[in-house]
């Protein structure tokens, strides 16, 4: 019986380690500094929230672009990657080995080096440019260095995460649940949306959650393939910490930024309900 | 497939999407750690009687040729760790700066850094005095324009690395009109144009645009620059502030002018003939890499005799013939023609005091003034 009691502690042990070493001690120490005046090697600890709201005053409208950014590369990385699952689930046949690998191939090259690939896809003289130019979408005549590459960028990286976890709701899905639409007069359209788009909500929730979240934070694609006037708040974080040294504005803002994700997400769960996330087993 | 297989299948492949993004996070997180050691004693550098042993230095990536530090080693018998951690000084100062307060180098002995970052470093007392009877060839081989620079006029604690200029590249197929600074905001070339991302180069050169000659600037001179800048970017005139990522943009075609280095623009010019390395018509900026011994730093003897080596003319033309920078030392360029070297644009690496004649060395900021001014800057790079 005892043992039945301890075996679970035990268990939890090592990633309990993991997470307080290198969560919780780190969290709590960038929570000290963000409270901190003065300038790197002089710092003093003594509860300057304002540096909360003058990170939020500064730093609003990348705050914002950030949300928008990611927001819109997660809905396109979710159209995009939806219809894909659902083909590599459900019609590919022999080839559905080959397909996941085709989705996850990419990250055998590091993040960085797909991303510099991106720059030479979308210079100027480039063909997807010039097609892009022709067809009304970059209007200034470049694609490189604006809004659009940047969340092209977004949606590229995040997209495998998305792809994942909706393909991994809808392999699990019991195909005979819908046959008995079929056999309970549903349409094709009607069986899709009643029984099979329910059943993978939650992979869309985790797929969303996994495509969002990284993407509100991420500095990459704003550094490569923005321009002036496209920086995301990673960028301003890195710079406040590396080339403006001031850890306090920085650590602030990393936790603002955290709060924000945070608050986002519970709004989106509560929305979507915790069973969606947690798939059937929850209830 | 089971039931059971499926769910087996379905739970490895959502493990396998957490993987990815671990790996994902991970490969950005990146960046090496500063190994510690050093001793702390903090005094003025002594002349051992020979060099020997270990030597570590710190320089940015592509600043030293492959033949230097082995020939090095060779004649001296002391061993050579180079690392090239060097990107941003203000990163590297900001790294380094807990060990160097102190009182450790973090077991380097030469860091090459800008006259702005040593000038910093030694009002804090973060470098030692260096023993110029151990540096005969610097005393003697050193150019005269470089001898006696505001920030270390006797050249007490520092030794330059090597210098440049800070001016303009163009493509001459896309921007045949571009000779000065103040072109670079004409309307046609809109979207067309980067700025470098350092505030102590571009605001001057554009400053001397308006001009106001950057070493007599005040505070306000330097914020009327940068919101000239920053009506500039907000127009989409300005493309992207960048480091030296313009020279892919360059290559790719996608701008027609950037402000940019010349030991880039040397190397660009041979890379693609429709690029060039241009004097603006209100002059450039003129910079230095200096080589400093740091608080704490282990065998500063070995450095001395580093720093020695390397100022003799033939070991000099070495190295300025692979990394094309202007090189602080006498008697390199008939070297260099006697080889008859391909790569030498002779007039960038060792420009006559005729065609710098209009330059401004890089102006040091000091306290609040320099907190503002780098601060407007940066939230024009973060707009």
Request: glycine share 8%; net charge negative.
């Amino acid at each position: 019986m005892l043992r039945r009691r301890v075996i679970p502690y035990f268990l939890l042990g090592p990633g309990t380690f993991w997470l307080v070493l290198f969560f919780v001690v780190p969290l709590y120490y960038m929570f000290k500094l963000s409270l901190e005046t003065g300038v790197v090697g002089n710092l003093e600890f003594n509860w300057h929230w304002a540096n909360y709201s003058n990170v939020f005053d500064l730093y609003h409208t990348q705050l914002v672009r950030s949300f928008v950014y990611s927001g819109v590369a997660t809905l396109v990385a979710l159209l995009l990657a939806y219809p894909l699952a659902y083909t590599v689930a459900f019609k590919a046949g022999r080839f559905r080995t080959l397909l996941l690998f085709a989705v996850v191939a990419p990250f055998f090259t590091t993040y960085l080096i797909r991303t510099l690939a991106w720059e030479t896809i979308l210079s100027d003289g480039s063909p997807v440019t010039s097609f892009l130019h022709a067809v009304g979408l970059a209007p200034s005549g470049h694609v490189l260095a604006t809004s659009f590459a940047v969340i092209a960028g977004l949606t590229y990286n995040y997209i495998p995460f998305m792809f994942l976890p909706i393909y991994a709701s809808l392999e699990r899905l019991d195909v005979r649940l819908i046959e008995a639409a079929n056999d309970l007069y549903c349409s094709a359209k009607q069986a899709f949306f009643r029984v099979t788009l329910p059943l993978s909500l939650p992979g869309i929730v985790a797929g969303t959650l996994l495509t969002f979240i990284p993407a509100s934070g991420d500095y990459i694609n704003a550094q490569f393939l923005g321009g002036a006037g496209n920086r995301m708040i990673g960028n301003v974080i890195q710079s406040l910490y590396l080339t403006q040294s001031d850890y306090p504005a920085a650590a602030a803002l990393s936790f603002v930024l955290m709060a924000i994700i945070l608050v986002i997400v519970l709004i989106y769960i509560r929305f979507a309900g915790t069973e969606a996330l947690m798939g059937e087993d929850a209830r | 497939m089971s039931e059971r297989l499926r769910a087996h299948t379905s739970r490895f492949v959502a493990g396998l999407a957490l993987l990815a993004l671990l790996v994902g996070v991970a490969a950005c997180g990146g960046g090496g750690g500063i190994e510690g050691g050093g001793s702390t004693e903090v005094s003025t550098v002594e002349a051992e009687s020979k060099p020997s042993g270990e030597l570590t230095i710190s320089n940015w990536p592509l600043y030293i040729d492959k033949q230097t530090i082995p020939d090095f080693e060779k004649a001296t018998g002391v061993k050579v760790k180079y690392i090239e951690d060097i990107n941003s000084p203000e990163e590297y100062f900001n790294k380094m700066q807990p060990l160097l307060a102190k009182g450790e180098s973090g077991g380097r002995s030469l860091m090459m850094l800008p006259d702005y970052t040593v000038a910093k470093m030694h009002e804090l007392g973060y470098v030692q005095a260096l023993d110029k009877a151990a540096m005969p060839d610097v005393e003697k081989n050193l150019i005269k324009s470089l001898r006696h620079p505001s920030f270390d006029p006797e050249r007490s604690y520092t030794v330059p690395w090597a210098s440049g200029m800070t001016g303009l590249i163009v493509n001459k197929e896309l921007a045949p009109e571009i000779h000065s600074i103040c072109d670079l905001f004409e309307s046609r070339y809109k979207g067309k144009v980067e700025f470098l991302n350092e505030a102590r180069e571009t605001v001057p050169l554009v400053m001397k645009c308006e001009g106001v000659d950057p070493e007599t600037a005040t505070e306000a001179d330097w914020m009327k620059a940068i919101d000239k800048i920053k009506a500039a970017a907000q127009s989409g005139q300005i493309r992207r502030f960048t480091g030296n990522e313009y020279v892919q943009d360059l290559l790719n075609g996608n701008v027609a002018a950037v402000i940019g280095w010349s030991g880039d623009g040397v190397q660009l010019e041979l890379e693609d003939p429709k690029l060039e390395w241009r004097m603006p018509t209100e002059g450039c900026m003129f910079w230095s890499e200096n080589a400093v011994i740091p608080v704490g730093a282990p065998n500063p003897t070995a450095a001395e005799a580093f720093m020695n080596y390397v100022y003799d003319p033939q070991h000099q033309a070495q190295l300025t013939e692979t990394i094309n920078v202007v090189s602080p030392v006498e008697g390199v360029r008939p070297i260099i023609e006697k080889k008859g070297s391909d790569s030498a644009n002779l007039k960038l690496i060792f420009p006559s005091s005729s065609f710098t004649k209009n330059c401004s060395s890089i102006p040091i900021l000091k306290g609040e003034e320099e907190q503002n001014i780098l601060q407007a800057f940066d939230s024009v790079l973060n707009e």
